[in-house]
């Protein structure tokens, strides 16, 4: 079946550098992807999202790329911070419905 | 204003009980969702609502898994004589509109079937 995945399960960065967490999907169908961030203990939170018809879109420190060429997908985070420790999922999701498809998340960790 | 509320936050229950998951949505949300999350896993989705309407049951695991929500607002999740695998944290969401994937989470229900 269809399903989204990721390609590290836990991610080890020192703080201040760059994150880049990475997310593989396998329905072409697909025209919609988030990124969620999931603090221990906590629901998860909207980071950020792309639409299938772009390939970059930038937030505040945070940079998704989307390759829809290879079906992939990745979260850029600048500079990363303590607080950036949590689990990361991308979703993705079909116009024709209203579910998202979770991945099933990478862990980042930041080193002092 | 107030976050997406979920009660309880702990629920330990035995095995052949029923156990009723609430969930307050954001309000003026008019779309709602559940989903289930196993330790060290990703979200599986449940069920969502529009309104008071649930127009797709496919994601519910189970006949034993029902879920209702009235008013447009409060929303329950309800388990029919719980097994050990119905164990996991129960997740609660809204949003604006249907459509709307910018998803605003409950803290979840931890549920233990023992």
């Known amino acids: 079946g269809e399903s989204v995945g990721l390609h590290l399960p836990t991610l080890s960065v020192q703080e201040g550098d760059n994150s880049i967490i990475n997310c593989a999907y396998s329905?072409?169908?697909?025209?919609?992807f988030i990124w969620y961030k999931q603090e221990s203990g906590k629901g998860p939170q909207f980071i950020i999202d792309?639409?299938?018809n772009m390939d970059k879109r930038q937030g505040q420190r945070v940079t998704v790329l989307l390759n829809k060429t290879v079906k992939h997908l990745s979260l850029q985070i600048a500079a990363t911070q303590p607080g950036d420790s949590a689990v990361y999922f991308c979703?993705?999701?079909?116009?024709?419905?209203?579910?998202?498809?979770w991945g099933a998340g990478t862990k980042l960790i930041i080193k002092p | 204003g107030a976050g997406v509320s979920q009660s309880p936050s702990n629920k330990v229950t035995e095995k052949g009980k029923d156990v009723e998951l609430r969930c307050d949505p954001i309000?003026?949300?008019?779309?709602l969702y559940w989903y289930r999350q196993s330790l060290g896993q990703g979200l599986e989705f449940l069920i969502y609502?529009?309104?008071?309407?649930?127009?797709?049951k496919s994601g519910l695991p189970s006949d034993r898994f029902s879920a209702e929500r009235t008013g447009g607002s409060v929303s329950t999740l309800t388990i029919q004589r719980t097994q050990q695998e119905d164990s996991a944290v129960y997740l609660c969401?809204?949003?604006?509109?249907?459509?709307?994937?910018?998803?605003?989470f409950g803290p979840g229900t931890r549920l233990t079937v023992t």
């Open positions: 969401a809204s949003s604006t509109a249907l459509g709307d994937y910018e998803q605003y």
């Open positions: 309000s003026g949300h008019t779309a």
């Open positions: 609502f529009q309104g008071n309407s649930a127009p797709d």
């Open positions: 329905n072409s169908a697909s025209d919609y």
């Open positions: 792309i639409r299938s």
């Open positions: 979703a993705e999701n079909m116009d024709s419905n209203y579910q998202l498809i």
